[in-house]
Nanobody, 123 residues
Framework: VQLVESGGGLVQAGGSLRLSCAASGRTVGSYAITWFRQAPGKEREFVAT????????DYVPSARGRFTISRDNAKNTVYLQMNSLKPEDTAVYYC?????????????????WGQGTQVTVSS
């Protein structure tokens, strides 16, 4: 499966962005999808994940209440709605696909990655 992220950009603190992860090559409904982010000089970290059906989700504590992950399997797309953005949310955001949901969210367990989209939040 090929993944392409879009929707990043520059936004002021308190603003919102919606990221999209479009899949091709195989239906996205076959995969659990996870959003990661990587800031300069830092390791890639888990942000949010959604199961194949969309029934189950999980978030990093700093994103709960501000970010919402969702999916539209008919459009082969997964979304990350980000509200109340903070400067510390600045990073390159990646979506990744995995055949199963649950367990560890280590980036090492994901086989398919997009190229990333830059999110910059100014103070």
């Amino acid at each position: 499966v090929q993944l392409v992220e879009s929707g990043g950009g520059l936004v002021q603190a308190g603003g919102s962005l919606r990221l999209s992860c479009a899949a091709s090559g195989r239906t996205v409904g076959s995969y659990a999808i996870t959003w990661f982010r990587q800031a300069p000089g830092k390791e890639r970290e888990f942000v949010a994940t959604i199961s194949e059906s969309g029934f189950s989700t999980d978030y990093v504590p700093s994103a709960r209440g501000r970010f919402t992950i969702s999916r539209d399997n008919a459009k082969n797309t997964v979304y990350l709605q980000m509200n109340s953005l903070k400067p510390e949310d600045t990073a390159v955001y990646y979506c990744a696909a995995r055949g199963t949901y649950g367990g560890s969210w280590s980036p090492k367990l994901y086989d398919y990655w997009g190229q990333g989209t830059q999110v910059t939040v100014s103070s």
